[in-house]
């Protein structure tokens, strides 16, 4: 929160999480010269969203952390692609060795046995499995 504040120039109370920006605070805050992340952060501001939601947005971070179970990272997922939200996701396994497993292995077929993920590949190369033609010989 002390980030946002920063970043809007007006004071928050961490005890008004729920409540959107009061009109005084809407009237106040400015978008930070500093800080291109501002602009977006005080647009939502003024379309009247929580403190809680705006940071939940992720206008502070652009990438969003998914903590717990495979089947809520799924839903995620799930809730922003058919929001039209997303066209796909960069997925970054935390820094242990089995981040990478516990994805493949406990999101990927939550998705695929929601018909989100495709369980076969197209061909054998990276260019097939993304329909591109083949290289161009001279």
Not at 71 to 100: C, K, L, N, T
């Amino acid at each position: 929160m002390a980030y946002l504040q920063q970043m809007i120039g007006v004071q928050l109370d961490p005890a008004r999480l729920d409540a959107p920006l009061s009109a005084a605070q809407l009237a106040a805050a400015r978008a930070s010269p500093m800080d291109t992340r501002s602009e977006n952060a005080l647009k939502i501001a003024r379309e009247g969203w929580s403190l809680q939601d705006i940071l939940a947005h992720g206008v502070i971070d652009y990438h969003p952390v998914i903590a717990g179970p495979a089947v809520e990272a799924a839903d995620h997922m799930q809730e922003w692609f058919e929001a039209d939200a997303v066209d796909g996701f960069w997925v970054s396994p935390d820094v242990y060795d089995d981040g990478i497993d516990a994805f493949v292995d406990g999101v990927i077929p939550i998705l695929q046995e929601r018909e989100l993920f495709h369980r076969d590949y197209e061909g054998t190369t990276l260019r097939d499995h993304l329909g591109c033609a083949g290289p161009v010989r001279g």
